[in-house]
T-cell receptor, first 110, second 117 residues
């Protein structure tokens, strides 16, 4: 299974943009890149997913490298409610397991 | 709209006792279903997933088992709990495109916090 690598933790100031990186050098051509986040004592929440092109939704943007070996989740203006563990995972055709790694713990500084 | 129900929210069980956690999904058909466990301060560990009734894939050898007796029902069981089974158990579902092994975003239940004493 293709794996992802993320930094263990990151800090960002409130109201500033946050760029959360993810490496997935063994991604297959049919794998989508998914991002989830988990608030304390809750189940993970879907954030965004993409295949090749950059994606935007109301929560965040996803920038995917041209070779698809890395991606970046962008929170345009961090709030205290964005403090969570962010997971980057791969899933798609023939890969339905949705295996989570350890994620990045994002701390927002007021 | 689709909803996922997972119960109970918290559970305290003695070592050696049996376990049964139930998860049901409403508002969708033929979903992929997942059981995850999260130990304190750790990441999510995929335990089982199912792409259809009676089809269970086990990811981690352990004293837990899973069953899917109905399309939208997923049950996690154990005959004898160990201390190491303590953790936060999460059920999730995702849409499965018929005829294709593709999974869209997953939706998680509120979880069951299990403490084995």
């Amino acid at each position: 299974d293709a794996k992802t690598t993320q930094p263990n933790s990151m800090e960002s100031n409130e109201e500033e943009p946050v760029h959360l990186p993810c490496n997935h050098s063994t991604i297959s051509g049919t794998d989508y890149i998914h991002w989830y986040r988990q608030l304390p004592s809750q189940g993970p929440e879907y954030v965004i997913h993409g295949l090749t092109s950059n994606v935007n939704n109301r929560m965040a943007s996803l920038a995917i490298a041209e070779d698809r070996k890395s991606s970046t989740l962008i929170l345009h203006r961090a709030t205290l409610r964005d403090a969570a563990v962010y997971y980057c995972i791969l899933g798609g055709f023939g890969n339905e397991k949705l295996t989570f790694g350890t994620g990045t713990r994002l701390t927002i500084i007021p | 709209s689709q909803t996922i129900h997972q119960w109970p929210a918290t559970l305290v069980q003695p070592v050696g006792s049996p376990l049964s956690l139930e998860c049901t999904v409403e508002g969708t058909s033929n979903p992929n279903l997942y059981w995850y466990r999260q130990a304190a301060g750790r990441g999510l560990q995929l335990l089982f997933y199912s792409v259809g009734i009676g089809q269970i894939s086990s990811e981690v050898p352990q004293n837990l088992s899973a069953s899917r007796p109905q399309d939208r029902q997923f049950i996690l069981s154990s005959k004898k709990l160990l201390l190491s089974d303590s953790g936060f158990y999460l059920c999730a579902w995702s849409t499965r495109l018929l005829g294709q092994g593709f999974s869209t975003e997953a939706f998680f239940g509120q979880g069951t916090r299990l403490t084995v004493v």
